[in-house]
């Protein structure tokens, strides 16, 4: 089963969910901002996309700016472990499949995430 980690805000969130729809994909839409990934799931998500925390956290995010996220020690699970506290800085969207997960933010990624759907 398809899942789109999604913050109906955001215009990308929003691209990537009617992509999904037009396709006509089956998912399960996770408004991750009200329901986050433990940190189990954070962590298979990330080893999924081939990322580490930082690669994919928002760090133009006031609380990311608050906690000085840019200088913090690049420990997986210290980042991880900071991300499910503050979903806000989870980049978005991301639609995790049985074949992978992807951060939908563009086009091609959204292609990827069909594709692997």
Request: glycine share 4%; net charge negative.
């Given at each position: 089963?398809?899942?789109?980690?999604?913050?109906?805000?955001?215009?990308?969130?929003?691209?990537?969910?009617?992509?999904?729809?037009?396709?006509?994909?089956?998912?399960?839409?996770?408004?991750?901002?009200?329901?986050?990934?433990?940190?189990?799931?954070?962590?298979?998500?990330?080893?999924?996309?081939?990322?580490?925390?930082?690669?994919?956290?928002?760090?133009?995010?006031?609380?990311?700016?608050?906690?000085?996220?840019?200088?913090?020690?690049?420990?997986?699970?210290?980042?991880?472990?900071?991300?499910?506290?503050?979903?806000?800085?989870?980049?978005?969207?991301?639609?995790v499949t049985g074949g992978g997960a992807v951060?939908?933010r563009d086009d091609e990624s959204v292609r990827?995430?069909?594709?692997?759907?």
């Amino acid at each position: 089963m398809t899942e789109l980690w999604h913050n109906p805000r955001c215009s990308k969130s929003r691209a990537a969910k009617a992509a999904l729809d037009e396709a006509g994909v089956a998912y399960t839409e996770r408004r991750y901002l009200d329901e986050p990934p433990t940190a189990e799931e954070l962590d298979a998500v990330l080893t999924s996309i081939g990322a580490e925390p930082w690669e994919v956290a928002r760090l133009n995010e006031a609380v990311a700016r608050e906690l000085d996220l840019k200088n913090l020690e690049r420990d997986r699970a210290r980042w991880i472990e900071v991300m499910v506290a503050n979903p806000v800085l989870i980049q978005r969207p991301i639609v995790v499949t049985g074949g992978g997960a992807v951060v939908a933010r563009d086009d091609e990624s959204v292609r990827r995430a069909l594709d692997s759907a």
